[in-house]
């Protein structure tokens, strides 16, 4: 998984969780809420590492963003190894 930011941003830090489900409805915590640096130095992303999950679909829940009064990512990227 990826998570990313435009590269022009200034450095922020957000608390995200994510969550894996297959049908809509039914959702399991596979990564608890936890800041997430993004630095225009580091290339504005982050890999959360998720165990072993297929899902249909993976909500991200943010939940505070110091650069920004709102949640804010341009890319989520889930890719199946």
């Known amino acids: 998984m990826v998570l990313r ?4 941003w200034g450095a922020r830090t957000q608390t995200l969780s994510l969550q894996a489900g297959a049908d809509g ?8 809420a936890a ?3 993004f630095d225009p130095a580091g ?3 982050r890999h ?7 899902p249909a ?6 939940t505070a963003n ?3 009064p709102a ?11």
């Not at 409805?25 to 608890?32: D, L």
């Not at 679909?57 to 943010?62: E, I, K, R």
Request: one cysteine or more.
């Open 43 to 45: 290339g504005q992303h």
């Open 71 to 81: 949640g804010q990512l341009s890319e989520f990227e889930v890719r199946s190894s």
């Open 48 to 54: 959360p590492h998720l165990a072993r999950h297929r």
């Open 57 to 62: 679909l993976v909500p991200a829940d943010g």
């Open 25 to 32: 409805s039914t959702f399991t915590t596979v990564k608890a």
């Open 35 to 37: 800041a997430c640096a």
């Open 5 to 8: 930011l435009p590269a022009g």
């Open 66 to 68: 110091s650069g920004w």
